[in-house]
């Protein structure tokens, strides 16, 4: 029987993840109580390398169980299966199809780490059959994906996790409390940086490998034909068919910091000009490899947004412990410089000080995986949700376009849309191949 204090507990979650809020701050008696005995049941899509590598995670986590397996590589989804056999003791079910998995009703929830342009068609799919999602970075493959995800979790109540695992790591934690307690004083610009992508990849026509559902693979993007580097990650990561670059694929994870890092009301970027490079805009990996972007929040707070390369004389002058990707916040009484690999400041002790007792917090579990799967099992939001994926990743984007056009972009975060150049609002969307129109 339900005691009053679980009900609050659910209608108050049930409320903010309806809603689509960001518990930026929440207090900690809400969460994790009174579990239902049954595993989660969770169905894995796409089992290449980082589904294998959140495979190996999830079939640690002891609150849940991974029943199936889906990837249109035969070999993959065979491989993953025999993962779960050996950790788990049980054949979970392979499907080379996600609507064959998804139409299965014991799965509540499922992990989803398919090349860049499938993730919201998934995610999208997934809550309408009613599962809870955890999908990998970058969100989507344009705006109008993001913004379609959004309302998709608003309207279904679905959990929504993020892959930007690093919101787990004690230090970066510490650093987002020291920025958002004002150690550094008010924020006043921020600096964001990510591993630069790459050009090459060969278009020479290959046959489709024995054992992949080429179809499925493509699905929403246009049908092109098969080449050795189309179907390997290099392709989904640097080919503008399947995403956008790193600018938005290794761009995710420092930009989810300055995300977090900032207050959860807090006016969305507004302005961005910039330069990007396309080294072989010819060959299959044709998207933006560098980027130097200049972008301004509406509440004055300046973001530089650059690829490694551009960043690292930059940083190196403040920063002694270089990091290939990190994200520094910069306020009058000094800066906090934070990456998953390595943290500094202007003042290192601040990172061994006690915080206050009345000092904010953010929302936070030290283990990503098993994390997700208690918000699954309590409906309780998740501390990488949907709002601030569709931000973090709107910078990618918006970003991009600046770099394309040359000029300054104009956003308007409140209403979504692009004040100026207008005609860039036509560009929100991306041509869908047939059958996938509906996704
Ligand atoms: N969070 C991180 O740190 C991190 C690290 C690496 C990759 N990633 C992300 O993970 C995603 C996958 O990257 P990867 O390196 O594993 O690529 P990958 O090519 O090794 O794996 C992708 C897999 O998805 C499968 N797939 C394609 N279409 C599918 C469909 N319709 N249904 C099910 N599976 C489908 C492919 O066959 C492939 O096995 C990318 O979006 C990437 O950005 C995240």
């Not at 239902?36 to 290449?48: A, D, E, F, M």
């Not at 109540?157 to 020291?178: A, N, V």
């Not at 990091?323 to 009058?332: L, Q, R």
């Not at 699954?376 to 990618?396: L, Y």
């Amino acid at each position: 029987m339900k005691t009053k204090l679980q009900i609050s507990r659910r209608n108050f979650l049930g409320a903010m993840i309806a809603a689509g809020v960001a518990p930026q701050f929440v207090p900690a008696r809400v969460f994790g109580q009174n579990a239902p005995s049954k595993k989660i049941q969770l169905g894995h899509i796409g089992n290449g390398g980082q589904g294998t590598g959140l495979l190996r995670n999830f079939l640690s986590v002891d609150i849940a169980t991974s029943v199936a397996v889906c990837d249109p590589f035969r070999q993959r989804r065979e491989n993953a299966a025999k993962l779960v056999k050996a950790a788990q003791g049980h054949d979970p079910v392979l499907y080379n199809d996600f609507r064959e998995l998804l139409a299965d009703k014991s799965i509540d929830a499922v992990v989803i780490a398919s090349p860049d342009h499938w993730h919201v068609p998934l995610g999208l799919a997934a809550v309408r059959a009613g599962k809870d999602v955890y999908i990998e970075k970058p969100l989507g493959k344009s705006l109008n994906q993001n913004r379609a995800m959004l309302e998709a979790c608003k309207k279904t109540g679905k959990i929504f996790q993020y892959g930007t695992m690093q919101r787990s790591q004690e230090m970066l934690k510490r650093g987002i409390e020291l920025v958002l307690n004002g150690y550094i004083g008010e924020v006043q610009r921020i600096e964001v940086w990510a591993p630069a992508g790459h050009g090459g990849g060969s278009l020479d026509e290959i046959p489709v490998p024995d054992g992949l559902d080429y179809d499925l693979y493509i699905g929403p993007a246009l049908m092109k034909a098969c080449s050795k580097d189309r179907i390997t990650n290099q392709g989904s990561y640097h080919c503008s068919d399947y995403a956008i670059g790193f600018i938005a694929g290794w761009g995710a994870h420092p930009l989810d910091i300055a995300i977090w890092g900032s207050n959860s009301d807090q006016a969305g970027p507004v302005t961005f000009k910039g330069t990007g490079n396309f080294p072989t805009p010819n060959a299959l990996f044709d998207c933006c490899a560098t980027w130097d972007v200049d972008i301004k929040f509406a509440d004055g707070v300046a973001m530089h947004f650059m690829s490694h390369e551009i960043a690292e004389p930059i940083v190196k002058k403040y920063r002694q412990n270089w990091c290939g990707d990190g994200t520094t916040f910069y306020g009058p009484k000094g800066w906090i410089s934070l990456s998953r690999g390595g943290v500094a400041a202007s003042n290192e002790a601040w990172f061994k000080e006690t915080l206050p007792a009345d000092a904010k917090h953010v929302h936070y579990h030290n283990r990503y995986y098993k994390h997700f799967c208690e918000c699954v099992r309590d409906r309780a939001p998740s501390i990488s949700p949907i709002d601030h994926a569709v931000r973090s990743d709107a910078i990618s984007h918006l970003s991009l376009m600046a770099i394309k056009t040359g000029g300054e972009v104009v956003w308007d975060p409140k209403e979504y849309k692009i004040k100026s150049p207008d005609a860039l609002n036509a560009q929100m969307g991306i041509q869908v191949r047939g059958a996938w129109q509906q996704a």
